[in-house]
């Protein structure tokens, strides 16, 4: 199901995506394989680590079928998946991050880049390691006779830090992300967040 999102993604090195459906109830289980995932160099290690990322439909898929909404579910796992990988998870310490921006629109990702500190893990970027604890992402679907035209993502990420001097910093990202389908493609054109500290990041474009 959803073999798009096993397609390759450029600046991740050997990262690789696999997914198993769950059900109506439990939506969809993404498993976010990392394989020596960095965007600043050739990995030096291969560290592999599975991380769940749960994607479950809460509101709006009444006029669905199961298939459309695993298909919908799948679409936009994928962009969320990647926005993860290349904002939170893979390798530490690292420099960048804008990648996670990548499924943006060109306006909603040249915002998210002045608050990158809030929409990615930027701020510890000189930690040794990231240990994600809780990636999960409720969606509310728009739906219009039939085609499921947009969704809005709320996202709860949860990760631990652990810096060069041994002791851990919570990261953490709650919110929304809105998203929107067009010529096929699943993009976020706007967010609105809050990471650990309180800082709030918001957006539209």
Known sequence: MMGAMARSRGGMHGS?????ALGRAGGLLVVLALVGCTAD?????VDREEVALRVTTVHGDQQLSDAQRAEVEG????VLSHYLVGGFL???PRERFVQAFDDFT??????????????TAARVGD???VTP???DARLSLLVRDGVVIGATAFVDVDLEAVMPGGETQDVTLDGRLMLQEQRGRWSVYG????NDDGAPAEGTG
């Open 41 to 45: 160099a050739p990995p030096s290690r």
């Open 75 to 78: 679409a936009v796992g994928e």
């Open 133 to 135: 604890r809780r990636l």
């Open 16 to 20: 690789r995506v696999r997914e198993r």
């Open 106 to 119: 060109p306006r909603a990702a040249a915002l998210a880049t002045r608050d990158i500190t809030v929409l």
């Open 127 to 129: 930690a040794t390691e």
């Open 90 to 92: 893979g390798d530490y």
């Open 191 to 194: 967010f609105d967040v809050a």
